[in-house]
């Protein structure tokens, strides 16, 4: 037999495990546009007219990218990628989140052990709710997921930081403005069946 409280544990476990799904795959988003290597496609020749000169930024320090890291954002600013520094604070601001509401659900259910555990007169009302084993799974589940929620802060300041420094060694590369890459659909004879076409696409490099 399910008693009520059974029932209310085991709808606050679904509504946790949802949160913690959720939470998961926004941080896994983050992560795949913050580690993300946007591609370079060169331009068709201009005439001279035309031609505008780019201003090229000068090869930045990857010693001093990362010591700018030490404050989230700065790296990436020192490299000038501007567009990743909301993706910095968007991180963590979704991890902050979720720590500060485990820690919430930590206190309030560790008070409420606390009080059924020591107080017989104990008058507080998730205590009234629940039994001690009940209570007691509850506080250890949001105290672990505190605790996690820290540890996945800690990576991802780690992260920002390895990201300032390997996008500072990237900018020592010379690329010449001749490279480019080029798609262009195939259409030509089957070698041993000349009769029969096939149609492909050839990827052709300039250098």
Not at 112 to 139: F, G, H, M, W
Not at 141 to 150: A, D, E, H
Not at 187 to 207: D, N, W
Request: hydrophobic residues 40%; glycine residues 4%.
């Amino acid at each position: 037999m399910i008693t009520n409280s059974t029932k209310s544990f085991l709808i606050l476990r679904k509504n946790d495990n949802f949160i913690k799904v959720s939470g998961k795959i926004v941080l896994s988003l983050l992560l795949l546009v913050l580690t993300a290597v946007p591609a370079t496609y060169a331009q068709p020749k201009q005439g001279k007219k035309h031609k505008k000169k780019e201003k090229k930024i000068p090869p930045r320090s990857p010693k001093k990218a990362m010591l700018m890291a030490l404050v989230p954002g700065m790296g990436q600013a020192y490299n000038h990628k501007y567009w990743k520094i909301p993706i910095v604070y968007a991180g963590f601001g979704v991890i902050g989140y979720f720590a500060i509401i485990n820690q919430h659900e930590y206190t309030k259910y560790s008070t409420a052990y606390t009080c059924k555990v020591t107080d017989n007169q104990c008058t507080n009302p998730i205590a009234l709710k629940y039994n001690e084993s009940t209570l007691l799974t509850i506080r250890n589940y949001y105290r672990r997921n505190t605790q996690l929620s820290y540890i996945v802060m800690g990576a991802w300041y780690l992260l920002q930081a390895i990201d300032a420094n390997v996008d500072a060694h990237l900018s020592h590369w010379d690329i010449s403005d001749k490279l480019s890459v080029d798609l262009r659909p195939v259409v030509g004879p089957v070698p041993q069946q000349p009769t029969t076409l096939y149609k492909g696409i050839q990827l052709h490099f300039s250098f």
